[in-house]
């Protein structure tokens, strides 16, 4: 889809997967059809970079967040701008919906999360305890709480009414560009400019730093729908495709995995090739070769995989799989074991 005139920053998906918002150092945030890639709409009204943007849950509203320090609300049928928020007194980094619809939250270059009303365009928070700029923000999925995430290398959590600081969540040692809420509450993902992945327990502090495999800084990391099987993590590196799907590392599980069978796999692919479930690693599935490693797309835990060189379906519901799946491949000589 082709249509800013400068790099695009930030881009989402709406709930239902019809629609694509993104915004751009072009100053616009445009609306696509996710089917058919036609741009909808195009929102002009920002004077400065568009540094992140977001859906509400019902996808009848989009949030943008500027370099010209305001947050607006638009309406994402008639393109019309709802509301502006000011408040900031720098950069508008990173912007975020409630789950409900009813609260907007944006972290800044001013060191600040504010917390506001969509309905009235009322701040309702302003958090401060971070010694750098802001640049991810997250509501839990009750809205309770909320994550922010800071070039000072913290991972905090604080008690949306009140503004209190609940939880700091020290561990990397650059600066930290995305964090997530696991749907269920019990964990905290981090991507970080170290090159890292924490995953955190806000409950006991625990916590795993995984090596991500990218040679560059961590941008975004979202945990998976299953809330454990896979991470999903960005970054520039020099490969182009830069999107890798983490195995879980190591925390206890929430909800058991389903039992592995054709059509319900939880797996991971390999550097070597091998496709191998994520419990009984001993087991293998499928080899591919290595270079589409980085660009398979597991359908159970991975939505959508953005990509420079496209991504690779994996189906395991073909008559050619079974015990005597090896029948319809013959390996060369020196293939891998």
């Known amino acids: ?26 100053q616009s945030v445009h609306i696509w059809d996710a089917e058919t890639g036609v741009e909808l709409k195009q929102l002009n009204g920002h ?18 967040g500027s370099d010209d320090k305001t947050v607006c609300i638009w309406d994402a049928l008639s393109g019309d701008q709802l ?56 509501f839990s999925s009750d809205g309770f709480k909320v994550v922010s995430g800071s070039s000072d290398r913290m991972v905090c959590i604080w008690d949306a009414a009140t503004g209190e600081q609940l939880k700091v969540i020290d561990g990397h040692t650059d600066s930290i560009y995305s964090v997530a809420c696991s749907p269920d509450e019990s964990k905290v993902v ?62 206890s599980q929430t909800y058991p995995p389903p039992a592995i069978n054709s059509f319900s796999i939880h797996w991971a692919a390999g ?4 496709i191998r479930p994520i419990h009984t690693p001993e087991q293998r599935l499928m080899w591919l070769p290595p270079f589409l490693s980085s660009s398979v797309m597991n359908a159970d835990n991975c ?13 395991f519901n073909w008559d050619c799989i079974g015990n005597n799946w090896a029948r319809c491949y013959t390996p060369a000589s020196g293939s891998p074991n």
């Open 1 to 26: 889809m082709l249509g800013h005139s400068r790099g695009v920053w930030s881009v989402a998906f709406s709930l239902n997967g019809s629609k694509i918002v993104s915004g751009s150092a072009d």
């Open 47 to 64: 004077a400065g970079e568009v540094n992140s943007v977001a859906f509400s849950p019902d996808g009848l509203n989009i949030v943008p």
């Open 83 to 138: 509301k502006q928020m000011d408040g900031h007194t720098d950069y508008v980094l990173s912007v975020a919906f409630s789950f409900d619809g009813v609260k907007v939250m944006s972290g800044s270059a001013d060191y600040t999360v504010c917390i506001w009303d969509v309905k009235t365009g009322k701040q309702l928070q302003q958090i401060k305890g971070h010694a750098g700029w802001v640049w991810a923000v997250s």
């Open 190 to 251: 981090s991507g970080s400019r170290d090159r890292a992945i924490c995953i955190s327990d806000p409950a006991t502090s625990q916590q795993h730093k995984g090596e991500t495999g990218h040679i560059d800084h961590s941008l975004s990391a979202a945990p998976s729908s299953d809330y454990e099987t896979n991470i999903l993590s960005e970054t520039p590196d020099e490969f182009g495709d830069g999107v890798h799907a983490q195995p879980s590392c190591g925390l």
């Open 271 to 274: 550097n070597n090739g091998w």
């Open 303 to 315: 939505l959508y995989l953005i990509s420079r060189r496209g991504c690779t379906s994996v189906k």
